[in-house]
């Protein structure tokens, strides 16, 4: 049984935390946790991040958030493919 299912989220403002992403998401469902994204070197966002969200708030989420503004950003909310090797 899946516990939570990633999403991705892109076109973040670079000044977003994972603490304001993960309060952001979880208007429309459960998140168990939350990361951006950063720069190995500089440490500095990359501009997307994932979020854990129960897989029942999944299509919920997408449809609240993908598309909307965050920070004056229009950002996209999907579920995260598999990382290619």
């Not at 299912?5 to 979880?26: A, F, H, I, K, R």
């Amino acid at each position: 049984m899946e516990t939570s299912t990633t999403l991705y989220v892109g076109n973040l403002p670079w000044s977003v935390t994972e603490q304001e992403l993960s309060d952001w998401v979880s208007r429309f469902g459960t998140v168990t946790g939350a990361r951006i994204v950063t720069d190995r070197e500089t440490g500095r966002s990359r501009g997307f991040g994932f979020v854990e969200v129960a897989p029942e708030d999944v299509a919920k989420v997408v449809e609240a958030l993908n598309g909307t503004e965050l920070s004056g950003r229009v950002v996209t909310v999907n579920e995260a493919r598999a990382r290619q090797r």
